[in-house]
């Protein structure tokens, strides 16, 4: 894996439920690739977004049809990687655990708990091929402050009802939570509950890539007792209104971030990753 000083570092974009395209992307090259850890998600889509040099990857794949546990992550923030990324944006839908975040809020996530049993959580896992030793990355702070920052401002920008941190629960699904589930989660001090969290940012900063994550609310989960319990339908009507506000949201963080010198921020990603390795 190739790391350093990028004169050029492009920004990668995670497209998440409802956010497998982006029509204001304009397309220069669709790149199929291969890693050491398999096919990612779906093609690379390199192009520019206001003249800005982006590549767009689809975490469920191109017709969403990888469900959470499938999702090749490894692969996905590798190739990132590899076609020159040290900079990440994600998308998230996600159910709230709190009244304050409402379904069609969006979230600048700061923390998560990992509730996921069956994915691979790290590149050094030992195998032939795959990155060498073992990797104890630290994880206090998993979400890159600058890129948070300037996911809320593009969201003021833009007038979205965005909250400034919240703590991801992540779950392995594809099943929803039960009542009992979803109570616990909100006793742990979770904020949101989403099923794709974990390992992407974890994995992100193996890399040594900055990473930040605008989760999507689409409903309350099902521990809300006055408010009807998530299905595929309801959510899928908020993810209408979700997916327009996202790509006004990203297009603005885009431009921002062309504005930063974010070169020291990467250097210390990658360093602190080279340092976290044990051979």
Request: net charge neutral.
């Amino acid at each position: 894996m190739e790391s350093g000083d990028r004169q050029n570092n492009k920004i990668g974009i995670i497209g998440g439920s409802g956010l497998e395209s982006i029509e204001l992307f304009t397309v220069k090259n669709e790149i199929n690739c291969n890693t050491p850890y398999g096919k990612p998600s779906s093609s690379l889509i390199s192009g520019t977004l206001n003249g800005i040099e982006c590549v767009l990857l689809s975490r469920h794949g191109g017709s969403h049809n990888i469900m959470p546990t499938d999702v090749n992550y490894r692969a996905n923030l590798y190739a990132l990687k590899e076609a020159g990324c040290s900079i990440i944006l994600a998308t998230t839908a996600c159910g709230s655990l709190l009244e304050e975040l409402k379904p069609t809020d969006f979230v600048v996530i700061d923390q998560f708990i990992d509730r996921t049993t069956k994915r691979h959580s790290t590149f050094y896992d030992g195998q032939d091929g795959h990155m060498k030793g073992v990797c104890h990355i630290p994880m206090r702070n998993p979400f890159c402050e600058k890129l948070r920052n300037v996911l809320l401002s593009a969201c003021n920008v833009n007038n979205v009802s965005c909250h400034s941190k919240g703590t991801m629960v992540t779950i392995e699904g594809p099943r929803f939570s039960t009542y009992a589930e979803s109570n616990l989660f909100r006793k742990w001090g979770g904020s949101l509950i989403n099923m794709t969290t974990v390992p992407e940012v974890v994995l992100a900063n193996e890399l040594g890539v900055l990473y930040a994550a605008l989760a999507m609310v689409t409903d309350y989960d099902c521990w809300k007792e006055d408010h009807a319990s998530v299905n595929v339908e309801n959510v899928m009507k908020t993810m209408k209104v979700n997916r327009g506000n996202a790509l006004k949201v990203i297009v603005s963080a885009v431009e921002i971030i062309s504005k930063q010198n974010l070169q020291p921020d990467i250097q210390l990603a990658e360093k602190t990753a080279q340092n976290s390795v044990m051979l």
